[in-house]
């Protein structure tokens, strides 16, 4: 059953600490991306990676982190330097052809909760 | 990438088949329409994409006009589970550079009702 995952899907926070969100993919894809919803807002990307051992910071990278180790694992860093983290968080990944990426499927999301 | 237009909700009946429309009058030859959908609280999902012909998957069908300044994904049987918000997004199909990003815009809220 291929598809992404994240986990876990509601995570609570005190201020001032990091806290790491998991995405999985198992559909083979090259390029992986972390986006944030607020309540009634669009999508906001904070990293992307086409390949391993590679990312960019999107919008809004400031007080987040990224690695991406493996072609199916792209874990995301909320720390304590992010002003308001509290978010949902969605990853998603997309196929790679001749340089492009083209249609992005999503995870389930991560709501985080920093009080 | 080129702006949409899409009325902020609309409602059908279960059963029935739901149109919804998107404008997008400042789209370009390579740009492609895609359609995505959120149902509360979970990740957006990919529904259908096409250039210029209508496409049919087992989701939905895309209807584009001639002109391509507009188009409208039908739902032909809607159920309780399709309420969701949908969105029509356009954009070059295969991107590069620093143009990976979605941009989704408001969207239209589809509610299915019994």
């Known amino acids: 059953d291929g598809g992404i995952t994240q986990s876990p899907k509601y995570l609570f926070r005190k201020e001032g600490q990091n806290v790491t969100l998991s995405c999985e993919q198992n559909l083979n894809h090259d390029a992986m991306y972390w986006y944030r919803q607020d309540p009634g807002q669009g999508l906001r990307l904070i990293y992307y990676s086409q390949i391993v051992n590679d990312f960019q910071k999107g919008d809004i990278a400031e007080g987040y982190s990224v690695s991406r180790e493996k072609k199916e694992s792209f874990p995301l860093t909320v720390t304590s330097a992010q002003k308001n983290p509290t978010a949902f968080y969605l990853c998603a990944s997309s196929i790679r052809k001749e340089g492009l990426s083209y249609e992005q499927y999503f995870g389930p999301g991560t709501r985080l909760t920093v009080t | ?114």
């Open chain 2, 1 to 114: 990438d080129a702006k949409t237009t899409q009325p902020p909700s609309m409602d059908c009946a279960e059963g029935r088949a739901a149109n919804l429309p998107c404008n997008h009058s400042t789209i370009s030859g390579n740009e492609y329409v895609y359609w995505y959908r959120q149902i509360h609280s979970q990740g957006p999902q990919y529904i259908i994409h096409g250039l210029k012909n209508n496409e049919t998957n087992e989701m939905a069908s895309l209807i584009i006009t001639e002109d391509r300044k507009s188009s409208t994904l039908i739902l032909p049987h809607a159920t309780l589970r399709d309420t969701a918000v949908y969105y029509c997004i356009v954009r070059v199909a295969g991107s590069g550079g620093s143009n990976y990003k979605l941009t989704f815009g408001k969207g239209t809220l589809l509610t299915v009702n019994p």
